[in-house]
């Protein structure tokens, strides 16, 4: 992971909702009634995990099966340079996982959450994220599959509020 900066919070999900407010769109990145799924890893996957109970590694081996699957789906010409997505991401260890775990019931189960968008001065695509108040950019290509402790499931289209334009 790459630090560029330092955030007034440790929350991922605050630095996402920060991001699109700014931008005219948002909501809750806790709630996924604001946004609407484009790439979901989660697709076709069957029935996710029971909620009951503490299986973390069960849990954990489903996002990692949801980033291999978006891997399959994924093509980087999908996503408009334009335009800015989030990022729905397991990440192994994190704080929030048994929160997702009990609570999460919409088509993304991931425990990490991040802006994807067009780094025009690297010419790439980059996931900017928070990690415990520590702004983080990472390559996209870096983040697709499950080849680490953090990897992305879905992306989605943040839908208009604060009186923004798409």
Same mark, same amino acid.
């Given at each position: 992971m790459h630090n560029i900066g330092k955030l007034p919070y440790r929350e991922c999900a605050?630095?996402?909702n920060d991001y699109?407010?700014?931008?005219?769109?948002?909501?809750?990145?806790?709630s996924h009634n604001y946004v609407t799924p484009y790439i979901n890893g989660y697709e076709g996957m069957g029935e996710r995990p029971s909620r009951v109970g503490n299986d973390y590694a069960r849990h954990m081996s489903y996002n990692m099966d949801a980033a291999d699957n978006f891997k399959s789906k994924f093509n980087v010409n999908m996503l408009d340079p334009n335009k800015s997505y989030v990022a729905n991401m397991y990440f192994n260890g994190s704080p929030w996982d048994y929160r997702t775990r009990m609570e999460g019931n919409s088509f993304a189960q991931g425990s990490h959450t991040g802006v994807v968008l067009f780094n025009k001065d690297k010419n790439q695509w980059v996931v900017r994220h928070n990690y415990h108040g520590n702004l983080m950019e990472?390559?996209?290509e870096d983040?697709?599959?499950? !080849?680490?402790?953090?990897?992305?499931t879905s992306i989605s289209i943040?839908? !208009?509020k604060f009186g923004g334009k798409i």
């Open positions: 605050q630095f996402v699109f407010k700014m931008k005219g769109k948002g909501g809750s990145a806790w990472d390559p996209l983040l697709i599959g499950s !080849k680490y402790n953090l990897g992305i943040p839908k !208009k």
